[in-house]
Each structure stands twice: as C-alpha cells, then as structure tokens.
C-alpha cells in the first residue's frame, strides 16, 4: 500500500526538493543530538561530538531554510519522505539510545554517506539543470558534514579523553554483563550442588539424579533472572537494560547448573556408572569453581588465590551438605 500515491525522482519540483533536504537535516540534528544525550554521562568527549555535529546540521537546515524562503516563501509543502520512492530513510531513534559511542560514529557515517549517495544519484537522473545542479551542492554538504565530524573526532578525541571513554566503556560492560553473568554462574554452580548429590547419594541413579539437576538448574536460572530483572531498573544505578542482564543472569545460572547435571545422563546399565558419573561431575565442578575465581580476578581485581579459596571453601561447603543429606 506504501507504493500507491509515490512520486518518482524525476517528479518533484526544486521546492519539494528543498523541502525535503530541510527535513532531512533537521531529522539528522535531532538524531546527533539523542547521541549526544546519550554520551553525556559516561563519554563526555563523543558527546561534544555529537553536539557540534547537531548544531552543523541545524546550520545547514537554516541556509536551505533560507534559500526557500528566498525562493518560494514561508510554506513548506506537505511532502513526506514515504511520498518519493526511494528516499533514505532513517531508524527509528529509540533504536539509536541503544548504540555504543563508537556504534553512534559508525552510523553517523553511515547517514552523511547515504545522504551524499542519494543526491549524486538524484542529480544524474534528472535533466533540469537547475535541479542537478541543487542536487550536487547538496551531495557536497553531505560529504562537507563527513568532514567536519572527522575534524570535530580530532578536536574532542584526545589520548585522555580516549582512555576516559575506554574505562568507562569497560565500566558498562562489567556491570551489564560481567556482574550478572558471574552472579548467575556462582549461584547455579554451587546452589545446585546440594539438590543435586542429595539426589545422587539418595538414589544412586543417574537418570533420577540428571532430572533432580536439570529441575533445578531450569529453575534457578528462571528464578535469578527475574530476580535480577526486577532488582534494578538501571536508571540510578547505570548498569543498563533490567532484562538485559536479566537474560544473562538467567541463562548463566542455567548453565553452571546443567553442566554437572549432565554427568548423570551417563546409562546406570553401565557397570560403575554411579561412579564414574559423580567423578565427571566432580570434576565439572572443580572446573566451574576455577573459572569463577579466574572471572573474579580479571574482572573485579579479586586476588586469584584468594578467590580460589573463596569459591572452593563454598562450593565444598554445598558439596557436602548435599552428600550428608544425601546419605542420611
């Protein structure tokens, strides 16, 4: 239905033209300036940036405001985007507040480039000189605006600011992901022990035992994820999208779950196959354990051996319980 009342390229007259490169530009400078609010907290530096890169574009948008008026008065005409076919188009800007810094640069280029494209190939469609000639000096401001925000990159993107930005950029990524995931981790690898090698040493079969910790590494992964999600909104905080780690949390409880529980999938028609399955989760477990204390020390400075010590002395603690209460 979109096609049905389109124009063509070759349809439109300068003042459409105009009007839509005035649109264009505006929808531009609100979209460097969401950028910029965006940056403003955590990468003061690409919020410059992305400010002077909103007030280029307003500048631009007054000059084509000026020509208009100049030319055809103060009324725009009712002429959209959806109206030509083939027009760029921009996404949506609550797409744009997800993007990082650099993510933001990228698709700033990406625009002024689109936008340039589109005008030479408008200009060697049509056949009024007038209109060509419109067309050109417009692909010429858009690859004026590529410029300018390299040379704005230079001005505001100093050795300090870089290194500012990248801590905080690692900031973001430990409290949205690492914090979340390493929680989830810590809680389904050493919450499920108990139920687990409870179930082991109470039954002493492995297909029972490889249910008990699926049950609980599923649910545990359920339950910390919503958890998680509902704690903190991220607003205050700045730890990012509630069900972002949410997800993470989630699926990382899960996993440090399931990976010992999968031992017990090992046939009990097997000779020693109690056995061998609680050795291989052992193991699992052992592994698990490391790997945390290796996360906790790459990603919250947590001496290594001290962390070792830490999680083994708990998660042993869990073990334990779970083969007493087991056993009884």
């Avoid at 005008?119 to 469609?125: E, G, I, M």
């Avoid at 492995?206 to 999600?229: D, K, P, Q």
């Amino acid at each position: 239905m979109a096609l049905f009342g389109q124009k063509a390229l070759g349809d439109l007259t300068e003042r459409e033209v105009l009007a839509l490169a005035i649109a264009n530009e505006e929808e531009d400078s609100r979209i460097y300036q969401v950028f910029a609010e965006a940056c403003s907290e955590s990468f003061p530096a690409s919020a410059r940036i992305f400010e002077d890169m909103a007030a280029e574009e307003r500048e631009h948008r007054a000059s084509l405001f000026s020509v208009y008026r100049t030319r055809f008065g103060e009324h725009l005409p009712p002429i959209r985007r959806e109206d030509v076919r083939g027009f760029l188009s921009r996404r949506p800007v609550w797409w744009t507040k997800n993007l990082s810094p650099d993510r933001m640069r990228e698709e700033a280029a990406i625009m002024e480039m689109q936008a340039a494209n589109f005008y030479d190939k408008a200009a060697s469609q049509t056949l009024d000189t007038r209109i060509r000639e419109l067309f050109l000096h417009l692909a010429e401001v858009e690859r004026g605006h590529r410029k300018k925000a390299d040379t704005l990159k230079e001005a505001h993107l100093t050795d300090t600011a870089v290194g500012e930005e990248d801590a905080a950029r690692h900031r973001q990524f430990v409290l949205t992901y690492v914090q979340p995931g390493l929680a989830g981790l810590i809680d389904g690898s050493v919450s499920t022990l108990a139920p687990l090698f409870a179930a082991a040493f109470a039954t002493h079969n492995n297909w029972n035992t490889f249910l008990v910790g699926l049950a609980a590494s599923v649910g545990a992964g359920i339950s910390m994820g919503i958890t998680e999600a509902m704690s903190d909104d991220g607003i205050i905080s700045g730890r990012g999208s509630p069900w972002l780690r949410g997800l993470v949390c989630g699926m990382m409880t899960a996993i440090g779950g399931i990976g010992h529980s999968l031992p017990y999938l090992v046939p009990d028609s097997m000779a020693s196959a109690f056995t061998i399955a609680t050795a291989i989760a052992a193991a699992i477990v052992a592994v698990e354990l490391i790997a945390i204390a290796w996360i906790r020390t790459k990603y919250m400075d947590t001496p290594f051996l001290r962390s070792v010590f830490q999680v083994v002395v708990g998660g042993v603690l869990v073990l334990l319980a779970g083969i007493f209460i087991g056993s009884a």
